[in-house]
């Protein structure tokens, strides 16, 4: 297991997650318990502390609500990716403004989750242009049901919804360094784009990497084990042994990590895959365990070693 991983601290991993509030411990369990996780989430992003990190360049990361949001500033302004969970919006106006005094021209969003991009719509309203694939958009102008969250989604406003849209690739000029937006095809969703900024040898990954953490696949909108492996991939022949990367819940990461997260669903897939063949029902694959040899690492807080094993299952 990488050693990388395991120096990160169970109080760092609460710092990181961006899915658990600062002072609040929820375990799986308890996460999955309540009667939606996205009601539990956006309560906890009220109460939670948004914090920054400099990461290279001219490009912050801000932690505490829902997903992981970079932040670009330059000379041309201000640069977000993904905007966090609604709630959130005077925190996340403070940490902004003490980066620096630019204003906010883009917003882009690396899929359509709300915890990812709730916050277009205040964002819109401070004059950011938001950027995201096709099906984000999509996505967030329909009627959704996520039915692992046992939640609803109504469709967004309309403030809150993309206005320069692409299918494959996307670039834009901007604080004197080259962006670059990848689409991903369906892994953790439908919708899903890369972020690389080449000066500063940055690349932001959205959901296709959950950096120490069992990620979550949305199978109601596309996602899936082999995507998110394909994902894992395609992070990898970008990236080299000098990229920062940005997950989309924990810390930020490098090459070596995310080998070590692709290397781990391979092994689950494979696992889950042959045990299902044997004619094993959904119940007694959880109670074999497959995901034992990595759940001290990967599964303390939302996503448990069961409830992949069930993610998976639904897709082998």
Request: hydrophobic share 35%; charged share 15%.
């Given at each position: 297991m990488n050693n990388e991983i395991k120096k990160q601290s169970r109080g760092q991993f609460i710092r990181t997650t961006g899915l658990i509030?600062?002072?609040?411990?929820?375990?799986p369990k308890d996460l999955f318990s309540q009667t939606s996780p996205v009601i539990t989430f956006r309560n906890e992003a009220a109460k939670a502390k948004i914090t920054k990190q400099a990461i290279r360049g001219g490009i912050h990361l801000l932690e505490g609500s829902g997903g992981n949001i970079g932040v670009f500033s330059g000379r041309d302004g201000m640069l977000v990716v993904d905007s966090g969970i609604g709630v959130s919006e005077h925190k996340i106006h403070s940490a902004l403004a003490s980066i620096g005094d630019k204003p906010l021209k883009y917003v882009v969003n690396t899929h359509w989750h709300f915890d990812h991009a709730e916050g277009n719509e205040?964002?819109?309203k401070k004059g950011a242009t938001i950027i995201a694939h096709e099906n984000t958009r999509n996505n967030l102008a329909s009627t959704i049901r996520v039915n692992d969250w046992n939640y609803t989604f109504n469709p967004a406003p309309g403030a809150a919804l993309p206005t320069i849209v692409f299918k494959d690739q996307h670039k834009l000029s901007f604080n004197g360094s080259e962006i670059r937006m990848k689409y991903y095809n369906p892994c953790h969703t439908n919708s899903d784009i890369s972020v690389y900024f080449s000066e500063a040898d940055i690349l932001q990954v959205g959901d296709t990497w959950w950096n120490a953490h069992y990620p979550f696949i949305d199978h109601d909108t596309g996602g899936s084990i082999d995507g998110m492996i394909a994902a894992s991939n395609l992070n990898l022949s970008l990236a080299?042994?000098?990229?920062?990367?940005?997950?989309?819940h924990g810390a930020v990461g490098n090459r070596n990590q995310l080998l070590q997260f692709r290397d781990m669903l391979v092994s689950v897939r494979d696992k889950v895959s042959r045990l299902k063949k044997e004619g094993r029902s959904m119940q007694e694959v959880v109670d074999a365990?497959?995901?034992s040899a990595f759940d001290a690492t990967y599964g303390t807080f939302a996503v448990d070693g069961s409830f992949f094993t069930r993610l998976v299952y639904h897709d082998v």
């Open positions: 509030a600062i002072g609040t411990l929820l375990s205040w964002m819109h080299t042994n000098k990229t920062k990367i940005i997950p989309g365990k497959p995901t």
